[in-house]
């Protein structure tokens, strides 16, 4: 393998020569190789969800080293790419292959998500970063000022963003065919744990387990098999909101240029503002609600009015929205009960305009405009975004010299800001006032202490 200095003078010479890299002016793909070469990959979590990227990557890129915390679980995914060299620390990796790696991929749990992305950024590499980014608002920031800042190419994994139904329906939704959008509801059945005793007492310590890198910038507690079930806990998770609102109200945040108030910065301009309120059946510091609804209310963006966006977690326990929205779908939602019983609504958002609707499934790659008789024979708009031959393809094309990724953490950024925003609210069970540009919740001061969590000694961004 070439050391990183002589890989890249080597793309660099021969695209001096007429061949190959492209150097653009967006600062979010600036660091590039060429157009034909491959990208040297290192995966960062190769099991569970990161067993997608351990299945996937290695069709589409050099695979040079593989990293996790839990040999048992990565076993399988090591022995799949031999030739890769393994680690459990991300940082050890970095230091010792910083010039045989580009760009990794991040799919840890989410708690771990911003110190190795940064890690990787602040040395160059690109990153694919799983949803939801981050684990808090703090962070979503951090990572894109880094991005911007180290000209790196970026992209969040919501792999919805690179279908044309995704795309369509943001050139649908912004060319008007609905007409002006006040509302909006976005479902999702999961719900939180509730009320949960915390784990005090200490389990005997896996041998296959690194519990202080799994644990990152958490606080430090003795190991517990129970804290394993991570996505029960605050500490760890965030919750179906970050877990599912990266996909499903994707098309919302774009389609309604909602992102564009987290650029609204203008001398003299009243800041925006953000309100969130809350109906839930429990505040709990450790947990999630079992159930929670949420209104995002939004201000007016250009010639956009301003929208309520209701988000609703937790299946038949959220008091009202399914029999409101299979009303407005004009048939019944499958919840595992109707239809064929394959739970295909148990995510989906639904858009509402004076001149018609639009129905978008959890992870928005199924769009239909609604009521269907009236779009029949509907015109749609010429294409306005590019088409994409997949999410993975794109960053990597990206990394090449291409144009930059759509879910580049300049967009992805503000909408992980978006959706944890309202575990901000449910922590506290109260309403909140966003800032956006300012990054600060204007209406209660002991809020803006949850947009960023204290880091135990030895972990920093």
């Known amino acids: 393998m070439a050391a990183r200095g002589g890989r890249r003078t080597f793309l660099k010479s021969t695209t001096l020569g007429g061949v190959g890299l492209i150097l653009l002016k967006d600062s979010r793909s600036a660091r590039t190789y060429g157009a034909n070469s491959k990208v040297n990959v290192a995966i960062v979590g190769v099991s569970g969800r990161g067993s997608w990227f351990s299945g996937t990557m290695p069709k589409l890129a050099n695979i040079v080293a593989m990293c996790d915390v839990n040999d048992r679980r990565a076993e399988p995914y090591y022995n799949a790419v031999p030739e890769a060299k393994k680690y459990h620390d991300f940082r050890v990796m970095l230091d010792e292959m910083d010039q045989q790696i580009d760009a990794i991929t991040v799919a840890t749990p989410d708690n771990t998500h911003a110190v190795i992305s940064a890690a990787a950024i602040k040395r160059g590499k690109h990153v694919l970063c799983e949803k939801p980014l981050t684990h808090d608002i703090f962070e979503a920031r951090t990572l894109r000022e880094l991005a911007r800042q180290h000209k790196v190419v970026t992209q969040m994994g919501n792999q919805g963003t690179a279908s044309n139904d995704f795309r369509r329906g943001v050139e649908l939704i912004q060319a008007g065919a609905l007409g002006e959008i006040r509302e909006v509801h976005a479902w999702n059945t999961g719900g939180g744990a509730g009320e949960r005793p915390v784990p005090t007492d200490e389990h005997p310590m896996p041998a296959f387990l690194k519990w202080d890198l799994w644990l990152g910038p958490a606080q430090g507690r003795p190991y517990n098999s129970r804290w394993a079930e991570w996505h029960t806990w605050r500490d760890f998770a965030t919750g179906q909101l970050g877990n599912w609102g990266c996909h499903t109200m994707n098309i919302i945040f774009k389609g309604l240029r909602l992102d564009s108030l987290w650029n609204a910065a203008k001398a003299g301009a009243t800041p925006p503002t953000i309100r969130l309120d809350v109906e839930l059946s429990g505040v709990h510091q450790a947990t999630f609600p079992k159930w929670e609804i949420i209104h995002y209310r939004f201000p007016a963006r250009g010639d956009m009015p301003p929208v309520t966006v209701h988000w609703y977690n937790g299946g038949g326990r959220a008091p009202g929205p399914r029999e409101q ?137």
């Open 325 to 461: 929205i299979e009303q407005m779908v004009g048939r019944q939602l499958d919840w595992g009960d109707a239809g064929e019983k394959k739970w295909q609504d148990h995510a989906g958002c639904l858009l509402i305009g004076d001149q018609g609707m639009l129905h978008a499934n959890g992870h928005n790659t199924v769009v239909t405009l609604l009521p269907q008789e009236k779009f029949k024979d509907f015109a749609a708009p010429a294409p306005a975004l590019p088409r994409s031959r997949g999410h993975e393809q794109e960053w990597l094309a990206a990394c090449r010299g291409g144009p930059a990724a759509l879910s580049n953490f300049d967009y992805s950024g503000p909408l992980a800001e978006f959706v944890l925003l309202g575990n901000v609210a449910t922590l506290f069970g109260k309403s909140i006032a966003y800032d956006p540009v300012a990054m600060k919740v204007t209406n209660l001061p002991e809020a803006n202490a949850a947009l960023k969590r204290q880091y135990r000694e030895g972990w920093s961004l």
